[in-house]
């Protein structure tokens, strides 16, 4: 079988131009970024046999600057400079450059091929074609060898990978491109990178309610003055009015409260995990079984208070360490909330011991979140004080209410703000993604989403679910890489309407939707004209 090449010319634009008439070009035809416009990209799909290929690209190195490359084939992903001097600041047979990307790897019909380029000074990205060579393992190795690979996210995504969903913060990109994910979050998301906000949302239903599994000891178990006579351990603390603020939301339905313990009142969900007097390494002996028996989507841990009146209540942030490292090997997609524990002022070494046992905590949580898992930091000790603590360790009534403000906060919602970021990954849940006047690539994830390029040329991705794309005039031209017939929809925007829509064959495998004015809104990559009528479109 011959080798397919695919001109880059002939892929699906988006900021990327075609220069005509540049020998030694293939084809004569190149594309390349126009001066002053920073980042482009080029899509298609993989039209030849699956099957097993080496990976070969041809690209232009100046001298004049250093450009970035990614090029993403299915799942596989080469990112690199043109760093080379070759004495050429132009197009040449000097400069024109034959890299291998990838070799003996899986490639399938129809698989989803991307180029995103990054101009650099007088350096404009320029690329010539990709060709797929048919691998016969008997082979020698090809001529042709690689050259290291920069390890980066996707295309496009070639600096800084921020994580959000995880606190209310602040995220501020590089001069580079930035990606935000909130792959991390409990629920959905609606992001702005216009207006530079990022609002996280609540999202479970009652069709399928978030499980929640409170863990933790006395204080978890809801007891206000265990030297009360008699104690008073019945009103559910924290859970109580936890659950009540969501009901006053309207959300009760939405949630499931997890575990093998029951009490508090009868007009609550009353099961949890919180076993009075007991230590860390009590719930670290049991979490498996829990886990494996309750399944809950998110954990509420609040532990070690048992911890700080022990002999080594210097080293319980390790063990507390161990148990979230626990949950995350046995139940990856849960997401643990570590709060820190209330303070204890019924004896000043114990209180110095839980301040000392505190302070660990942000820091633990950061790791965490640095190697993957799904975790966060609730800062219960700043929200109470002595004078909320009834008995020296259990909190009082209004203790236990400030408790549950912090886990509602976490739980339905919170805000970020955001600056110079380029590009968003979505949740698991139904988000809204709006890009700005800039290049974007915007990731829906899982859930039904909407996604809206706004200004510049975009790359939108709906992935899983039933997604809404929306265009509009005016607004660029945006590439739906992925784009569902009968499942996903085209939304109209500002007075759009199916009317004024021209859609026909851009080349063999993709769709433009044009105005009469031959305004590009969209490029559907993958897809025929024929499939597309008016079942595609909702106004919005």
Known sequence: MPPIRIEAEDMSLLAYQVELDRSPASGGKLITLPAGVPQGIATTLFSGTSGVYNVVIGYFDENDGESSLSVQVGGNVSSWRYDQNLKDGGVSAKNLVQRTLFEGVQIATGEMITIAGTADRNEFARVDYL????????????????????????????????????????????????????????????????????????????????????????????????????????????????????????????????????????????????????????????????????????????????????????????????????????????????????????????????????????????????????????????????????????PTTDGYAKMADAWYSWLAGGQDTIAHIENVTGTAYDDTLTGD???????????????????????????????????AAGKGTDTIADFEVGRDLIGLAGGLSFGQLTIAQRNSNDTAITLANNEVLAVLTGIQPTAITSNAFTVV
């Open 131 to 394: 060709e797929f060579i048919p691998v016969d393992r008997s082979n020698a190795p090809l001529p042709v060898q690689p050259a290291p690979e920069v390890p980066r996210v996707s295309p496009l995504e070639t600096n800084t990978l921020l994580q959000g969903g995880v606190r209310n913060s602040s995220f501020r990109g590089t001069e580079a491109v930035d990606t935000l994910t909130y792959a991390q979050a409990t629920g959905g998301v609606v992001v702005d990178l216009g207006a530079g906000v990022a609002r996280r949302e609540f999202a479970p239903s009652s069709a399928q309610p978030l499980k929640v599994m409170a863990i933790g000891d006395s204080i978890t178990y809801g007891v206000v003055n265990s030297k009360t006579q008699p104690y008073v351990t019945e009103t559910g603390g924290y859970r109580t009015v936890l659950w009540e603020q969501f009901s006053q939301s309207g959300l009760s339905s939405a949630i499931d409260f997890v575990g093998s313990q029951k009490n508090g009142p009868s007009t609550i969900d009353t099961d949890h995990e919180g076993h009075r007097s007991k230590p860390i390494n009590f719930i670290a002996t049991r979490i498996k079984g829990w886990l494996k028996t309750q399944q809950p989507d998110v954990v509420l841990l609040m532990a070690g208070t048992n911890d700080m009146k022990q002999g080594d209540a210097g080293t319980a942030h390790r063990r507390l360490s161990k148990l979230i490292d626990e949950i995350a090997k046995e139940s990856p997609n849960v997401h643990v909330l570590v709060a820190s524990i209330p303070p204890i002022p019924r004896d000043e070494k114990q209180q110095q011991n839980a301040i000392a046992f505190n302070r660990e905590l942000p820091g633990m949580v950061d790791e965490k979140l640095a190697q993957g898992k799904k975790v966060s930091f609730v800062d219960m000790a700043g929200r109470l004080t002595a004078n909320d603590i009834a008995d020296g360790v259990h």
């Open 437 to 471: 006047d800039g290049v974007n690539v915007l990731k829906g994830g899982a859930g039904n989403d909407t996604l809206i390029g706004a200004g510049g040329n975009d790359l939108l991705y709906g992935q899983a679910g039933n997604d809404t794309f929306v265009i």
